[in-house]
């Protein structure tokens, strides 16, 4: 009930106050025009299939690399301890620079090279280095997973005679990938965005073409049409991750807190 | 086990301790919280490398650094004070994961067994439920089905009882009689005196990381000479 009122007051408080600004006629004008919108829209929506083709050809790569160092730096064989050394300076280097700066560096420099097709193309090199920056953000998160696992889990799988890599794969592993999938969702729904990125060096995606109509049609509407766009797909995103984490919830645990 | 020493920094948990645990002997280990009972139980299944000493096991030492624990502890069993349950799994899923993984068993031949001894324990109906709807004694008795599974020859058991009811306890007190009869060598630290009075061959008095009086549960319950013993086993009784 108290909800109910306090979200109906912002609203009416939106919806009255917007319009009273000085300008809002040529924001309206500019941002919201439906005739612009018609028309560039099905053209984004073209475009937009290349961002999800990038996302869906990361995503795997992605998950798999940062899989592989988390485990690798949390490993506690003295005879690995150059392979974490090596995983620390990887996500140090990575992490450390703005993801933009990667994408020019490695979807300009590598096919600088003098690669011959298909090997020279910035569109490859761009996701590149979209896949190895995420790889270290996502890396880090499922090394919290498995920290935080607790120490007695081992204890009770070792007890039993599973190997370190048993322990690891049917013990803390599954907990702990069901701990971080919030935060991983929330870096794939940064990384659907960020796909967007790679346009600045090339492939004509969603973002570049809402650049190309912006200028074609002098108006700012096509970027609200992409963003319609992402947020058709990064909101359900969102919903269904809190879904499957609400039934997995209902499954294994007792009675909830109110 | 022989002058076996584990010190954790500064701190020396187990200190130059002996012990001799024949085949089908249940010991108890009593004693103060830090005299270091759970401390040797984990030694004894290497979960604790130990710093100097021995720990023989059917004529090898298994103390030796970089000696492969593993086929060891499929030798031993372990049931933890917190159950340790795995939450992601369910009852049958817990039981059968060190069968199926660690002994190369079939899934199917592991299921009949578990489901066997789940019936023995009273947790029949519980085979599909998954640890945190279970209450605490049911946890630890699928717990100690779960050290079952594995065959082990020794079973250790760390305070078990301490976060089980009271009607429980007698529960497990029956259980471990029946294990006596096929044989398992059974270690137990516990604060309970009167599980350890009945179920014990020998019990020993733990105390600042030694065993300071060994004997049959009658002469230490009933006639100790350790005046430290005498101390702890009055205070225990007077709660």
Partial sequence: ?258 | MQKVVKSFGANTVLNALDLDIAKGEIVSLIGPSGSGKSTLLRCINLLEPIDDGEIWFGGIDISVPGYDPNPVRRRIGMVFQSYNLFPHMSVMENICLAPVRVLGRKANDTKAQALALLEQFGLADKAKSYPDQLSGGQQQRVAIVRALTIEPEVLLLDEITSALDPELVGEVLDAVRNLRNTGMTVVLATHEMSFAREISDTVCMLDGGVIIEKGSPESIFTNATNPRTRQFLSRVNSR
Avoid: C
């Fill in chain 1, 1 to 258: 009930m108290i909800a109910t009122v306090s979200t109906l007051a912002v609203a009416i408080t939106l919806i009255v106050a917007i319009p009273k600004m000085p300008r809002w006629d040529r924001v309206k004008k500019s941002f919201f025009n439906g005739e612009v919108l018609g028309e560039t829209f099905p053209k984004l929506l073209d475009a937009f299939v290349l961002d999800i083709k990038i996302f869906l050809w990361s995503v795997p790569i992605i998950l798999f690399i940062a899989m592989l160092v988390a485990v690798t730096r949390n490993s506690r064989s003295p005879a690995l301890f150059p392979l974490r050394i090596l995983a620390v300076v990887y996500v140090d280097v990575m992490r450390g620079v703005p993801v933009l700066l990667w994408i020019y560096l490695i979807g300009f420099g590598v096919p600088g090279l003098g690669l011959e097709r298909p090997w020279n193309s910035p569109l490859l090199w761009g996701t590149v280095a979209l896949v190895l920056t995420y790889a270290t953000y996502v890396s880090e998160v499922f090394r919290a997973g498995i920290e935080s696992v607790h120490e007695s889990q081992r204890a009770a799988a070792r007890s039993l005679g599973l190997s370190n890599a048993q322990t690891m794969r049917h013990v803390v592993l599954p907990q702990a990938v069901r701990r971080v999938i919030p935060p991983l969702m929330n870096d794939m729904v940064s990384l659907q965005k960020d796909v967007a990125l790679v346009s600045l060096i090339g492939p004509i995606e969603i973002l570049r073409q809402a650049g190309i109509d912006k200028s074609k049609f002098a108006s700012f509407t096509p970027y609200v049409g992409a963003a319609i766009i992402f947020l058709a797909i990064t909101i359900p995103m969102t919903r269904t991750t809190d879904w499957l984490l609400e039934r997995e919830r209902r499954r294994t645990s007792g009675t909830r807190v109110s």
